[in-house]
């Protein structure tokens, strides 16, 4: 069972002259809840190297089990200082690919053509993809294979714009998570604010926010069981 970790590489909010990235529990729950259960994890992003950390996400409240659990693992610390470049990784080496949210990939993965064609990939070889919060902006310019939107009928879910409107970057953020999701066609469901939610249509699993990242991790692991 081999999973493939895509982050970003972003690091600027916008023009606000603060610093994002990934969000610390959407990275840190998933990569155990993978790990823990046997799967082989690579972990990649556009430029490679030292994926940016949403500063945001290592302040004392947004603190989970994952994350002080990671802050103590010397050895997770070093591979996710070393992730391999997104261009030199081959979608066929890998039964699932998960991507954890922050706001860093609506400015870099939602644009990139090699972050698109290895979605694109691997879903047509008819294995899982997920993404979880900020992170199902990267199906922004993913076709099925129709040609039309991926999320086109799909249930799909994502940070809503409410949660994006309580943090204060609804004017910031390229676009609204929510409403690229609804403009492509995507069934978007959304629970409440800050609750877990997960939307799984076939192969695509979606979550809302950073509480649903081990949920969707879990999703991912009954998904690839069940191939």
């Not at 200082?81 to 039964?95: C, E, G």
């Not at 699932?96 to 879903?123: M, N, Q, R």
């Not at 929510?178 to 959304?190: I, S």
């Amino acid at each position: 069972m081999k999973v493939l970790i895509v982050l970003t590489s972003h690091e600027d909010l916008g023009n606000t002259g603060k610093k994002t990235g990934f969000w610390l529990e959407e990275f840190a729950a998933p990569y155990y809840a993978l790990r823990d259960a046997g799967a082989q994890l690579t972990l990649a992003s556009p430029k490679g190297g030292q994926p940016p950390l949403d500063p945001k996400s290592s302040d004392p409240s947004a603190q989970t089990d994952a994350t002080r659990r990671f802050d103590a693992d010397a050895a997770a610390r070093a591979e996710l200082a070393s992730t391999k470049r997104l261009a030199d990784i081959d979608a066929s080496d890998f039964d699932a690919v998960f991507y954890p949210g922050g706001h860093g990939p609506l400015w870099d993965l939602a644009e990139d053509p090699v972050s698109i064609a290895l979605i694109e990939k691997t879903l047509a070889a008819g294995k899982p993809v997920a993404a979880v919060c900020h992170a199902p902006g990267v199906l922004r310019h993913v076709k099925g294979a129709d040609g039309k939107p991926l999320v086109a009928g799909k249930s799909v879910t994502g940070f809503a714009n409410s949660e994006e409107a309580a943090v204060g970057l609804t004017d910031v953020v390229p676009f609204l998570v929510e409403d690229m999701l609804k403009d492509h066609g995507g069934r978007y469901t959304k629970g409440a604010d800050w609750a877990p939610h997960v939307a799984v249509d076939g192969l695509l699993i979606t979550g809302q926010n950073p509480a649903s990242s081990e949920p969707v991790a879990e999703a991912l692991l009954a998904a690839l069981k069940g191939q």
